[in-house]
């Protein structure tokens, strides 16, 4: 008995829907700053002006970051709730910053800061397709706010 061509059609779309889906997962744990530090993550920060506080990431291609594919900001509300998420693109945040090192940056009020947080991915790494969130609050000494 051949298999329609029908059958056929379906088979492909069913197997190229769950394939697809399946590569979008990763596992998402989150550092505390010494571990981050083990695998070569600083969190830094300085006044911006009017934009209020930049903060950023500096990293090397070393480890699971050798395989490095994109940070994410990501915002939460008072809840804990996701409010917005916004791809960064890497850049030299210090003039004359080595090659080496890769960087990423945003700029908020420091009030905004407690509910920023950066999730640092890498596909195919060898510890997998892994992601660590990075909360701003767990990293830098941010000033009580009222």
């Known amino acids: 008995m051949k298999p329609s061509i029908f059958s056929a059609s379906v088979i492909a779309l069913f ?3 769950f394939s697809s889906t399946a590569q979008a997962l990763i ?3 989150s550092l505390s700053k010494e571990e981050a530090k083990e695998k070569g993550i600083v969190m830094k920060s300085r006044p ?3 934009a209020g506080i930049k903060v950023w990431l500096e990293f090397t291609g070393d480890g699971f970051l050798k395989d490095f594919t994109y940070v994410d900001l990501r ?3 008072a809840e804990g709730e996701h409010l917005l998420s916004a791809r960064l693109q ?3 945040v210090v003039h004359g910053q080595v090659d080496e090192v890769v960087t990423v940056s945003f700029s908020a009020q420091p009030e905004q800061l407690k509910s920023c947080s950066f999730l ?3 596909y195919g790494s060898k510890l997998g397709d892994i992601g660590y969130d990075l909360a701003v609050a767990d990293f830098l000494d941010l000033p009580e706010l009222e």
């Open 15 to 17: 197997l190229a829907l």
């Open 90 to 92: 890497p850049h030299p």
């Open 75 to 77: 915002v939460r509300d």
């Open 120 to 122: 640092v991915v890498a």
């Open 27 to 29: 596992q998402i744990g």
């Open 48 to 50: 911006n002006g009017d």
